[in-house]
Structures are given as structure tokens and as C-alpha cells.
Nanobody, 122 residues
């Protein structure tokens, strides 16, 4: 069982920055694909970003939703079993509960965190 815990949400103004953190358990964290998703009120959960293990210890591929490309950056610290989502130039439409998820075996996101609220005021 892998535990996933997000932190770092809060209330900010449009144009501000915020960094979310996600800690995941497990001895093979470096091989996990880690993803960020979000769910706004009245909307379905959507993909935000992911950072995938490529099979190389030094290279990870990052992917982003078009809506956040150029503003958000996903990164990871394998020594800390943590993945980050740096969010810059935040917009009111970024307001949502942000979820972190772990794909441990390459078969999909089996493990999810409880979510952290991000609210961007205009």
C-alpha cells in the first residue's frame, strides 16, 4: 500500500505563485510516475501534469495540460520521496482541489491523496 499526502494549498491572488508538495511512501519511489490532477466545483477531475519514469535514473519526462503549460512546473526529489507542483501566474480558473496520484506499476494511478484546496481570488 502506497500512501500519498499533498500539502501546500491555500488562498492566493491572481498572478501569485504557490508550490504544492506530495509525499509518497515506498522504497521504489524513483520509479513511480507521479501525477497532479484537479477538480473544480461542479466539474470533473482533470489532468494537470505528470512526471514519468523513463527507465533512466537521471531522466524523467514531464507532461502538462495545455491550460497550465508555461505556468506550472512539475518536479521531484527522489531522496525525499516527494513531487512538487510549482504554480506561477495563477488565475481564478485554477481554483480547485488538487490531487496527487501515484502510478506504481505502470498500470494507472492506483494511489491518490486526499487533495489540497487552491483558491485564486481575482
Amino acid at each position: 500500500q502506497v500512501q500519498v499526502v499533498e500539502s501546500g494549498g491555500g488562498l492566493v491572488q491572481a498572478g501569485d505563485s504557490l508550490r504544492l508538495s506530495c509525499a509518497a511512501s515506498g522504497r521504489t519511489f524513483s520509479r513511480y510516475t507521479m501525477g497532479w490532477f484537479r477538480q473544480a466545483p461542479g466539474k470533473s477531475r482533470e489532468f494537470v501534469a505528470r512526471i514519468s519514469w523513463s527507465g533512466s535514473a537521471t531522466y524523467y519526462a514531464a507532461y502538462y495540460a495545455d491550460s497550465v503549460k508555461g505556468r506550472f512546473t512539475i518536479s521531484r526529489d527522489n531522496g525525499e520521496n516527494t513531487v512538487y507542483l510549482q504554480m506561477n501566474s495563477l488565475k481564478p480558473e485554477d481554483t480547485a482541489v488538487y490531487y496527487c496520484a501515484a502510478d506504481v506499476n505502470g498500470v494507472g494511478y492506483e494511489y491518490w491523496g486526499q487533495g489540497t484546496q487552491v483558491t485564486v481570488s481575482s
